[in-house]
């Protein structure tokens, strides 16, 4: 089967995924947008149709494919209606803002028969898909530690310090900000969820977490979240940061976000680059081997994670296959930040209420 895609929404992630579309091989037909300008060079470079409608993709019959690339609070209704339409789907993360929306949603993808994968592009980054292979080279695992540390610049300070006077990060008194509205929250959902589902990745779901959560007072969205997953592979020690320290992590550009993974005859150590600079940035990979006292690094060069992604999903879909990640993948990580978000207002440890 080839596959034909509607893509929905054109704002900056798009521009990974129409590259991402043309290597796999994908024939776009329609690109979708409320602004036509925004559309216009995905237009030019694929010879799709452009609407602002996102209903006239669903009603094409040759669209076995549509992308949803819009914020996450317009997922849900997106994803319902592409999926009513018997469409293949492809969801940026987060699958939407709440977990019982994700769990609406791909229940009608399972009940209706349908491809439907949410797009955690971190599985695809050289580091971590080596790291994946080596796993069972370090034997029983006893502890991880995940960190996504990411910088704000000078506005990381600002935002701790005070309600900002404008913008998205803004909590207007009574009201809601950008952050909450259309993302759902803060460095949770939006760094935060592509670590939670690698630790799905590594260690299958967690069965239960204790959480804290910091929501500086005048604001609706957490700036620090940290929490302990329990793992069939033991505890997991999840940390994510928003801050101002523009020279931390591996390359010193402020990034620092790692995976460590140790088990009782070796360790794995994960350090990827900044989200949307891995075109000119690499990954690195250490694997120490107790046996041997000695560590092998793999430093693999820059390249986008957003390719493989989706050659492997628009292979699946042509073979008429879910394959991997599984359908789930994205209520999955809802239903952590939601049982995280619970647990640091509650101040208690919760096990996890699996619905799927």
């Known amino acids: 089967m080839n596959v034909t895609a509607g893509v929905i929404g054109c704002g900056y992630i798009s521009s990974f ?6 290597k796999a091989g994908v024939r776009v037909k329609w690109v979708c947008d409320v602004s036509r300008q925004a559309a216009e060079k995905y237009l030019l470079s694929t010879g799709a149709q452009y609407t602002d409608d996102y209903r006239r993709i669903l009603d094409d019959p040759e669209v076995n494919l549509v992308e949803v690339l819009t914020m996450s609070h317009l997922h849900k209704q997106m994803c319902l209606d592409a999926v009513a339409a018997g469409k293949n789907v492809i969801c940026e993360k ?16 399972k009940k209706k028969g349908v491809i439907f994968y949410t797009a955690f592009m971190k599985r695809y980054i050289p580091a971590v898909a080596r790291a994946k292979e080596l796993l069972p080279k370090i034997g029983r695992i006893v502890s991880t530690h995940v960190r996504t ?6 506005f990381g300070k600002e935002v701790w310090l005070k309600n900002p006077d404008e913008g998205y990060m803004r909590t207007p008194p009574g009201g809601v900000s950008g952050m909450k509205e259309k993302l759902g929250g803060g460095i949770l959902p939006t760094g935060g969820s592509h670590i939670l589902d690698l630790v799905n990745f590594f260690h299958g779901r967690p069965t239960s977490l204790y959480a804290s959560v910091v929501i500086p007072e005048g604001r609706d969205y957490d700036l620090h979240v940290a929490a302990i997953l329990h793992t069939a592979n033991g505890p997991v020690f999840f940390d994510n940061l928003i801050h101002p320290l523009e020279g931390i992590g591996f390359q010193r550009d402020g990034w620092d976000e790692t995976v460590e993974i140790t088990g009782l005859d070796g360790r794995l150590e994960i350090y990827s680059a900044f989200w949307d600079k891995v075109l000119w940035k690499p990954s690195l990979l250490k694997h120490y081997d107790n046996a041997t006292k000695q560590y092998a690094e793999y430093c693999f060069p820059a390249g986008s994670p957003f390719v493989p992604e989706i050659e492997a999903y628009c292979r699946n879909i042509a073979a008429g296959v879910q394959g991997d990640p599984p359908i789930t993948a994205g209520y999955d990580v809802d239903e952590l ?20």
Not at 17 to 22: D, K, R, S, V
Not at 94 to 109: M, P
Not at 149 to 154: D, I, L, T
Not at 337 to 343: E, N, P, V
């Open 149 to 154: 540390y990411q910088v704000y610049g000078p």
């Open 17 to 22: 995924h129409f590259p991402a579309l043309e």
């Open 94 to 109: 987060t699958l939407t803002n709440r977990a019982d929306d994700s769990l609406e949603v791909i229940r009608a993808a």
């Open 337 to 356: 930040i939601a049982h995280i978000y619970k647990s640091g207002e509650q101040r208690q440890p919760l096990d996890i209420h699996w619905r799927l």
